[in-house]
Structures are given as C-alpha cells and as structure tokens.
C-alpha cells in the first residue's frame, strides 16, 4: 500500500467518511427522548382522524340546528303576515314550481339565459325496418335502454348504429 492508501484508511478512520454510526453525546439523546413520539397503528390513526372529524361535525350541525330554529320561528310570522302569493292561484304557482324543477339545461344556458322553443330540424330519418316496427316494440326498446322521451313526433330508438 502507498502513503497516499494510508492516508485515506487514517480519514475514514477517523469518521469523516465512515458508514457507521457515531455514538451520540448523552446530551444528544436526552434531547432525542424528549422529542420521542411513539408510533401509532395506521388503524389507530384512521380511527382517531374519524372520531375528531366527527366531533366537529356533530359541534357544527348542533349550531346550525339553533341557527335553524330561529330561522323557522322567522318564516313561520312571515307566512302568517303576508301569506304565499294570495293574489296567484294555487295550479298557477304548482305550473311555475313544476317548470322551475323541468328545466333541463346546461350551466352556460342557464347563465346566458338560452331557452329552446322548437326542436332541431335534421333530414336523419330512421331506416325502414325500424320505422315498419309497432310502436308496442319500441316502447319495450325504450324502456329495456332506460331511454326517457316526451313530445311530439319522436323517433323510434335503435339499438346500435353502423
């Protein structure tokens, strides 16, 4: 060996380049102990997680509750006061909420304020053999495909396109 092969034996001797582990200072490891945190099963954190999400959920919906009931006293003077559109009739307010829960429509649509009145006008008419068929099978088709149609003129449903 060399003097230069030496020299290198001496610097990782010394601990500078040694894989072992150093012996720590007691001061070192008494400090480790106080900052020491015993492990916890996932299970056991899972489960302690849950309860505490619980916890707040239960606090939040009693404060709701409260904030519900007060609300209801509320309303409830309120609708003895005014009363739910005295001067609309009852079927006349029943169509509004029925539209109002009908409208089927896309966000963008609903934002612009897009409405369709007619349906879109295309020359696509189904082939022969289908059409020819009784309007009983295409009722069973719909109903087999879960397929929810209403108005006029509607087309008979096929089963697959080729």
Not at 28 to 54: F, H, I, M
Not at 88 to 116: N, R
């Amino acid at each position: 060996m060399s003097s230069e092969g030496k020299r290198k034996d001496r610097e990782r001797d010394d601990g500078k380049y040694s894989k072992r582990q150093r012996h720590k200072s007691s001061s070192e490891s008494e400090s480790d102990d106080d900052n020491y945190v015993p492990y916890v099963p996932v299970k056991e954190r899972r489960k302690q997680q849950l309860e505490k999400v619980q916890k707040y959920l239960q606090s939040r919906t009693v404060v709701k509750g409260q904030e519900e009931e007060k609300e209801e006293e509320n309303e409830t003077v309120e609708e003895i006061t005014a009363g739910p559109k005295s001067n609309v009739s009852l079927l006349d307010q029943h169509s509004e909420l029925k539209k109002k829960a009908e409208v089927l429509a896309s966000v963008k649509e609903i934002a612009k304020g897009i409405t369709y009145e007619a349906s879109m006008r295309t020359s696509w008419t189904p082939p022969r053999h289908i059409l020819q068929m009784p309007e009983s099978r295409h009722d069973r088709v719909r109903k087999k495909l879960h397929i929810l149609v209403e108005g006029d003129e509607i087309p008979p449903p096929i089963k697959t396109f080729k």
